[in-house]
T-cell receptor, first 113, second 116 residues
């Protein structure tokens, strides 16, 4: 089946680390993505990870993938107020003729100053 | 500048009226998508198109219609048959290759539709 789940809300203090979690059910997904949506705007790709990787680091962002448990996480180090946004994980099932993305419900990250 | 645009940003409609949302891209992308976003429900796919003059229903197509007469344009019509049309609508585009697993989608800024 195709179902991507995330917790709805996370609140952290500025300077702390944030960890946003995601679970997915389609084991054929070759790529998994993290998108960021600022208030009233569209989504922007933050980072992605290929399914044969366990971890990917990009400056303050660290993506961890546990393929056995179908669990994906996004860690933001030294969280800033500008990181306040909704974060979506998404999967791209292999061989889908449509190349559709399946998005999670989104996690609202609130950064307290 | 290459990108994807949507207009208008805010749209108000009376019940019973059809309304068309515009989506244009100059990224030379083959595939285009329409999503609906409601609080706490993430993004749900309405329609998508992989090539000009062809499109397919997504998960929530009832009450919506689309056309794809040009590669650059993928307008969405919200018809009076859509029971709960108030939402934030997002258009996206991507390159498309059959069986290609990587699919970065580029999003427009969205249109907020309110039915009065």
């Amino acid at each position: 089946g195709e179902d991507v789940e995330q917790s709805l809300f996370l609140s952290v203090r500025e300077g702390d680390s944030s960890v946003i979690n995601c679970t997915y059910t389609d084991s054929s997904s070759t790529y998994l993505y993290w998108y960021k949506q600022e208030p009233g705007a569209g989504l922007q790709l933050l980072t992605y990870i290929f399914s044969n990787m366990d971890m990917k680091q990009d400056q303050r962002l660290t993506v961890l993938l546990n393929k056995k448990d179908k669990h994906l996480s996004l860690r933001i180090a030294d969280t800033q107020t500008g990181d306040s946004a909704i974060y979506f994980c998404a999967e791209s099932p292999l061989g889908g003729a449509t190349n559709k993305l399946i998005f999670g419900t989104g996690t609202l990250l609130a950064v307290q100053p | 500048d290459g990108g994807i645009t949507q207009s208008p940003k805010y749209l108000f409609r009376k019940e019973g009226q059809n309304v068309t949302l515009s989506c244009e891209q100059n990224l030379n992308h083959d595939a285009m998508y329409w999503y609906r976003q409601d609080p706490g429900q993430g993004l749900r796919l309405i329609y998508y198109s992989q090539i000009v003059n062809d499109f397919q229903k997504g998960d929530i197509a009832e009450g919506y219609s689309v056309s794809r007469e040009k590669k650059e344009s993928f307008p969405l019509t919200v018809t009076s048959a859509q029971k709960n049309p108030t939402a934030f609508y997002l258009c996206a585009s991507s390159t498309f290759r059959q069986g290609r697993a990587y699919n970065e989608q580029f999003f427009g800024p969205g249109t907020r539709l309110t039915v009065l």
